[in-house]
């Protein structure tokens, strides 16, 4: 269905904020205005759940984790970035796949499987959209992904 996700986003993020027991600050780089995407809200909710549980299992103590939304052409744009420990350049292409984990020495301790983010790939593809992650070994992590977008008539002229 049709959904605001600048609202939803808000809201998922509410969540994670009222229920974090890090250190980390949160910090959203949010549209003020609504942007209208067709999509299944259970099935993004997991998308974002998948992403921002990374964001928060690998942020170090006072990490802030930075929220944004932003219109590129046809296109919204969502991303999560961290200050965590990075991913080898050699990985980033793998991250996707099902139950790949970097470094599986520093990961065991981290717990999971290792298919939050092919999950959240799987979902994205069938909205018909991308999702792909920059990280920088030792500064941090962005993960982003795209989705259609139209710009709402009615948006145009107010
Ligand atoms: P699961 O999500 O199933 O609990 P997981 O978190 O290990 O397990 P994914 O979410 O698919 O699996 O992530 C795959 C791997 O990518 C992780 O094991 C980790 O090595 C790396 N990774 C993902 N997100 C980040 C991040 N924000 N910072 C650093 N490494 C990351
Ligand atoms: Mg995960």
Redesign the pocket.
């Known amino acids: 269905e049709w959904v605001n996700f600048i609202k939803f986003f808000h809201r998922i993020i509410d969540r994670f904020e009222m229920t974090k027991e890090q250190n980390v600050t949160f910090k959203r780089n949010l549209p003020d205005q609504a942007m209208f995407v067709e999509i299944d809200e259970d099935k993004l909710t997991q998308v974002l759940y998948?992403i921002i549980?990374?964001?928060l299992?690998?942020s170090p103590e006072g990490g802030q984790v930075t929220f944004s939304v932003e219109e590129r052409g046809k296109w919204m744009v969502v991303s999560v970035s961290?200050q965590?420990?990075?991913?080898p350049k050699k990985s980033i292409g793998k991250?996707f796949d099902r139950f790949?984990?970097?470094?599986k020495a520093r990961?065991r301790k981290?717990?999971?499987?290792?298919?939050?983010?092919?999950i959240a790939k799987e979902i994205v593809d069938a909205h018909g959209g991308n999702i792909w992650a920059e990280?920088e070994e030792g500064k941090g992590?962005t993960?982003s992904f795209s989705l259609p977008y139209e710009r709402a008539e009615e948006d145009e002229w107010s």
């Not at 965590?84 to 991913?87: F, S, V």
């Not at 790949?100 to 470094?103: A, C, I, L």
């Open positions: 998948n549980s990374n964001a299992k690998y961290d965590g420990m990075g991913i991250i790949y984990r970097v470094d990961t981290m717990g999971g499987t290792g298919l939050g983010l092919a990280s992590t993960i």
